[in-house]
């Protein structure tokens, strides 16, 4: 493929059916289906609304903080001895991670369609934290999916988003996690179609989401590269981030796409090892089928029954991802890798001892990558990783690591 | 002519409303579900109605999806409930069965797989909740292949050109939902239904039967009056797991579902 089809094929994905190659869609049920449509023609509009735009950016400045600051982390890159590590510090934004860039885009999508009541899964709380927060902003009613296990994993986000006004809604169907908070979800969405914007968390489910929640989290890859060319005068040689739905990992990767010589890296989460069945690493270990609205590589037994999966960070705890990922994967474009729980604990120490910065444990699985894949290049390189996430919602589970109760 | 379209001519000519009876396949023993199949036929079912477990579905309230999480913990797969259709078939060559499931269970064993051995096994037609027009193509070519009805949805927030749309791919019956929510849900308003039956029918000729939300003789009795078909499920599943939970057995929970079931029929049957 010559580089002007490459780059016209990264911009004609998702087509108008929402797929991305043979990923993607809308499987859902026939209820929905004026819900996606309507949403679709109104992201069509607004995508290219100037107000839009300026309310949306508006927001991202002066709400959320942006940009937000990529920074080197200089002891850290000593002290591999390899390329130097750049930290996209997404922790810094309001709500702790970046799950808002998405949530105040997609409460603003629901603010001029006339919804008054949002409603959002949610599997360590980022997500739901971050919609609620917004909800309280706009004044829209708002109720929080989740796991019945993740609320009993995830007290403090649970209460935050009490603080903030949202309902959260225990979730005790099949595994009681992310994936039955987003089934649940969808049930209530059906239910309360005319009135009700069901805010998705991540670059999953029907079209247009995948697109629309990629579109919203792309400031972060956009900041990124510019923020390269000025601090550093130069591209990065490789770009590393998490991948549990893959959010955070597209908005980065996405306005890459076109920079070829750019290598990425999607670290999805090993749990106890790719040999266990004990992991949630879709890309690098299950096969495509349909989960949640879209045909994507999912966690699923011989019989196409979706299997349950384990991660030490609850916002990688899913059997599916995003479409786009397992078209990326396809073609070549993006590595699909993984990083264990072991690994992603030690890397959330060494970047709060050394650097000061407490990553979430879902950024740790990023970070632990980041590091071998530094250690196997030179000072003159250059890597980018996306610190999607803040670790104090993580307090708990690594203290417990550590045999420390409160 | 297919069994299933064969069935509804016959019921029309008599002027009767086909009875629908859905249970999930698998619950709450695998054994189980034959002899129920039987017996539901007996009561005065016309078509049956087999949900194939699956680990997210989506589309269902409570009362189904501990069914289907029940079927699933004895090990019923789609390869099962084939199994089961060819154990009914054994004894029963008239009665139509569909099953009614998720997207991606067929898909993993091949839409060609699955049109192959549910043709072998005697099935008549394939409901896939997640599956619709837009993403049909794949399935609906096998489907075609071996003869087997494609039995689609159309919901109360479907447009009318959608409705046009859905029968142009639709064979066996159109499955109307009468509800915007997940099965079982209460909040059925039949001046509506007959409102969209009406609606349906300008686009298609194809019977329309409706679902979700009709519990008991009256519900069904009232959206007799414009469709041709009745589906009831969360009431018999219900009906079947409360005489389980107590502690019954297999056969008192069947008769249960059987007695509720003849009710219905009684209630779809009487002269308005």
């Known amino acids: 493929m010559s580089t002007s089809t490459k780059q016209d094929a990264y911009a004609a994905v998702p087509d108008a059916q929402g797929r991305f190659g043979e990923y993607g869609g809308k499987y859902v049920s026939e209820t929905l289906m004026a819900a996606l449509s309507e949403l679709e023609a109104v992201y069509a509009e607004l995508s290219v609304d100037e107000k839009f735009q300026r309310e949306l950016d508006d927001d991202l400045t002066h709400y959320v903080g942006r940009p937000s600051p990529l920074y080197e982390a200089v002891r850290w890159s000593d002290m591999i001895g390899g390329a130097r590590i750049y930290l996209k510090r997404e922790d810094l934004n309001h709500t702790g991670a970046h799950k808002v860039n998405n949530t105040i885009g997609q409460a603003l999508l629901a603010k001029h369609m006339g919804k008054k009541r949002v409603i959002a899964e949610t599997g360590a709380g980022q997500h739901g934290v971050a919609t609620a927060t917004i909800a309280a902003r706009l004044g829209l009613e708002c109720q929080v999916f989740m796991g019945e296990e993740d609320i009993r994993r995830q007290a403090l986000n649970v209460y935050r988003m009490k603080l903030l006004g949202a309902e959260v809604i225990s979730v005790t169907s099949g595994s009681r996690t992310l994936k039955d908070a987003m089934n649940e979800a969808m049930r209530d969405w059906v239910t309360n179609v005319d009135d009700t914007f069901y805010i998705i968390g991540t670059v999953a489910g029907p079209h247009p989401y995948p697109l629309l929640v990629r579109d919203f989290q792309c400031v972060i890859g956009r900041e990124a590269r510019a923020q390269c060319l000025a601090q550093a005068g130069r591209l990065p040689d490789a770009l590393v981030a998490c991948v549990g739905g893959g959010s955070n990992a597209i908005g980065l990767f996405h306005p890459f796409l076109n920079d070829e010589d750019v290598a990425m890296y999607g670290v999805e989460a090993g749990g106890h090892g790719l040999a266990t069945s004990d992991h949630a690493a879709p890309l690098n270990a299950g096969t495509p089928g349909v989960l949640h609205g879209n045909r994507t590589y999912l966690m699923q037994d011989d019989d196409g029954q979706i299997m349950h999966t384990h991660s030490i960070s609850a916002g990688l705890d899913y059997p599916g991802v995003g479409p786009e990922h397992s078209w990326l994967k396809d073609i070549g474009r993006v590595n699909y890798v993984v990083a264990d729980d072991d690994e992603a604990l030690r890397a959330f120490h060494t970047l709060t001892r050394v650097e000061g910065i407490m990553p979430a444990l879902e950024s740790s699985h990023a970070l632990a990558y980041a590091e071998k894949l530094a250690a196997s290049m030179t000072p003159q390189q250059m890597i980018v990783v996306n610190l999607s996430g803040r670790g104090d919602k993580d307090i708990h589970t690594v203290a417990q690591i550590d045999g420390i109760e409160f | ?272």
């Not at chain 2, 501990?66 to 008239?94: C, P």
């Open chain 2, 1 to 272: 002519m297919s069994r299933i379209a064969g069935c509804f001519q016959k019921l029309a000519e008599e002027g009767r409303t086909a009875l629908i009876p859905y249970v999930v396949a698998g619950d709450p023993r695998q054994a189980f579900t034959v002899p129920l199949m039987h017996k539901l036929v007996e009561s005065g079912a016309d078509i049956l109605e087999l949900g194939v477990p699956f680990s997210d579905p989506m589309a269902e309230g409570p009362v189904i999806q501990l069914a289907h999480e029940r079927a699933l913990a004895n090990g019923t797969t789609l390869s099962k409930v084939l199994a089961m259709v060819s154990e009914f078939r054994k004894t029963d060559s008239t009665t139509p069965v569909l099953l009614m499931g998720y997207a991606n269970p067929v898909m993993h064993m091949g839409y060609r797989n699955f049109a192959n051995a549910a043709v072998a096994a005697g099935l008549d037609g394939l409901l896939t909740v997640d599956i619709p027009p837009e993403e049909v193509d794949g399935i609906n070519g096998e489907l075609q292949r071996v003869e087997m009805d494609n039995i689609f949805l159309v919901a109360p927030t479907t447009p009318d050109e959608r409705i046009a749309r859905i029968a142009s791919r639709a064979s066996g019956f159109i499955y109307y939902v009468s509800l915007k929510g997940v099965t079982g849900a209460g909040n059925l308003d039949t001046v509506e239904v007959a409102s969209r039956v009406g609606a349906i029918r300008r686009h298609s000729s194809l019977p329309v039967a409706v679902g979700f939300g009709i519990k008991d003789a009256a519900s069904a009795r009232a959206v007799a009056q414009t469709a041709d078909g009745v589906v009831v499920g969360s009431a018999l599943v219900n009906t079947m797991a409360e005489v389980i939970e107590r502690g019954g057995e297999s056969d008192a929970a069947i008769a249960a579902a059987a007695s509720l079931l003849g009710d219905i029929r009684r209630g779809i049957d009487s002269p308005a």
